[in-house]
Nanobody, 117 residues
Framework: QVQLVESGGGLVQAGGSLRLSCVVS????????AGWYRQTPGKQRELVAA??????HYADSVKGRFTISRDTAENTVYLQTNSLTPEDTAVYYC????????????WGQGTQVTVSS
């Protein structure tokens, strides 16, 4: 059974930082495409950052401020968020997907990030 458990969200002032964690069980993160998405009420969930072997991808809105990483020993995906703005306020979701030995796509429960001005 695959489980993703996020933590690290909270309330922070503009300009501050948070590190989001996603502990993964049931699949090895190094063999997946791991990503962080975010969603605000009334809007579609959007990709913030993704990492796979040898590459990372960031939304234009977070380039230079957010960093995604994987810790294979802890089987955890991180999102370091710096220079936060109120526009970054959202529920952040962790996702892992892959295609071996079967196609899979799993989500965590989400963690709230609120940035005050």
């Amino acid at each position: 059974q695959v489980q993703l458990v996020e933590s690290g969200g909270g309330l922070v002032q503009a300009g501050g930082s948070l590190r989001l964690s996603c502990v993964v069980s049931g699949v090895t993160v190094s063999s997946t495409i791991a990503g962080w998405y975010r969603q605000t009420p009334g809007k579609q969930r959007e990709l913030v950052a993704a990492v796979s072997t040898g590459s990372t991808h960031y939304a234009d809105s977070v380039k230079g401020r957010f960093t995604i990483s994987r810790d294979t020993a802890e089987n955890t995906v991180y999102l370091q968020t710096n220079s936060l703005t109120p526009e970054d306020t959202a529920v952040y979701y962790c996702n892992v997907k892959g295609s071996y030995p079967y196609r899979y796509d799993y989500w965590g429960q989400g963690t709230q990030v609120t940035v005050s001005s």
